[in-house]
Nanobody, 126 residues
Framework: QVQLVESGGGLVQAGGSLRLSCAAP????????MGWFRQAPGKEHVFVGA????????TYADSVKGRFTISRDNVENMLYLQMNSLKPEDTAVYYC???????????????????WGRGTQVTVSS
């Protein structure tokens, strides 16, 4: 059982920043493309962003482009989501996900990821 663990969520005012972290087992992390998703109350999981195994390539949902940045530390086996200029509509539970494999790609769909964390709550007040 591969366990991903998110941290760094909390309550922040609109316009503020948070950095989320995701810890993954070393072997899994090294061979995985990684992604972030979020789920607002009563809604489906929504893609936020993704990064390739090497960390060279990233992609983002239009709603967060220019405000959020994904990065990874392949030595410490950590994934990060830097969130700036936060808005109330960013309020959600944020999940990290991992998809091991040989591909150099990233993935945009929830069904493409094999392993998931339990999420961390982000609340942005207006």
């Amino acid at each position: 059982q591969v366990q991903l663990v998110e941290s760094g969520g909390g309550l922040v005012q609109a316009g503020g920043s948070l950095r989320l972290s995701c810890a993954a087992p070393g072997r899994t992390f090294a061979t995985s493309a990684m992604g972030w998703f979020r789920q607002a109350p009563g809604k489906e999981h929504v893609f936020v962003g993704a990064i390739t195994r090497s960390g060279r390539w990233t992609t983002y949902a239009d709603s967060v482009k220019g405000r959020f940045t994904i990065s990874r530390d392949n030595v410490e086996n950590m994934l990060y989501l830097q969130m700036n200029s936060l808005k109330p509509e960013d309020t959600a539970v944020y999940y990290c996900a991992a998809e091991p494999g040989d591909s150099a790609s990233y993935y945009l769909r929830r069904t493409e990821y094999r392993y998931w964390g339990r999420g961390t709550q982000v609340t942005v007040s207006s």
